[in-house]
């Protein structure tokens, strides 16, 4: 069975600081693994994908992940903080993009 | 963005009584989903569609059901509506099922008393 761990379920960063969001996950062959965004009151909105070759992988909004198979890992990252980046954030993990196991999601709070 | 919308946007109802959500996208996807969202759990796959009158059951399909008609359109009911079932609702599509990214819908919240 697929699984996703996301150990963290609330964060708060300063506005200009970096972020690493962890998610781990369980699966039974390559996954595929997303990272999605959600503010407050509106449908998830993609960040960025990872399904196979190079395992940096770049997103929308200046945020980029980077899967490490050893670690079971797939960590979203980003180098500066914006006060527009305050949002829940879900790491998901499947075969396919529709019927992923999703994470029960991070909160980011960005201080002024 | 994908044209996704989702109705109504919020409903309150009793307990026992049928409800029907309705999702509606233009992008000609083939395939669509159901999903709840709950705090705590993420969100999880009710049900979902690969093609007009093809559906197959997600993870906690238990008390609900759907039919697509059209491909645009994609209806999750709730029979018989319990409070265990007060939720956020949302609706996403993909116009493959790989790979393809998925667009969501903008929910539907629905509170059971």
């Known amino acids: 069975a697929q699984s996703v761990t996301q150990p963290d379920i609330h964060i708060t960063v300063s506005e200009g600081a970096s972020l690493e969001l962890r998610c781990n996950y369980s699966y039974g062959a390559t996954p595929y693994l997303f990272w999605y965004v959600q503010s407050p009151g509106q449908g998830l909105q993609l960040l960025l994908k990872?399904?196979?070759?190079?395992?940096l992988v770049q997103g929308i909004k200046g945020f980029e992940a980077e899967f490490k198979r050893s670690q079971s890992s797939f960590n979203l990252r980003k180098p500066s903080v914006h006060w527009s980046d305050a949002a829940e954030y879900f790491c998901?993990?499947?075969?396919?993009?529709?019927?992923?196991?999703f994470g029960d999601g991070t909160t980011l709070t960005v201080k002024p | 963005d994908a044209g996704i919308t989702q109705s109504p946007r919020h409903k309150v109802t009793e307990t026992g009584t049928p409800v029907t959500l309705r999702c509606h996208q233009t992008?000609?996807?083939?395939?669509m989903y159901w999903y709840r969202q709950d705090p705590g759990h993420g969100l999880r796959l009710i049900h979902y569609s690969y093609g007009v009158k093809d559906t197959d059951k997600g993870e906690v399909s238990d008390g609900y059901s759907v039919s697509r008609s059209k491909t645009e359109d994609f209806l999750l009911t709730l029979e018989s509506a319990t409070s265990s079932q007060t939720s956020v609702y949302f609706c996403?599509?993909?116009?493959?099922?790989?790979?393809?990214?998925?667009?969501f819908g903008p929910g539907t919240r629905l509170t059971v008393l």
């Open positions: 996403a599509s993909t116009r493959g099922e790989s790979t393809d990214t998925q667009y």
């Open positions: 998901a993990v499947g075969a396919n993009a529709g019927k992923s196991t």
């Open positions: 990872y399904f196979s070759g190079d395992t």
């Open positions: 992008e000609n996807h083939r395939y």
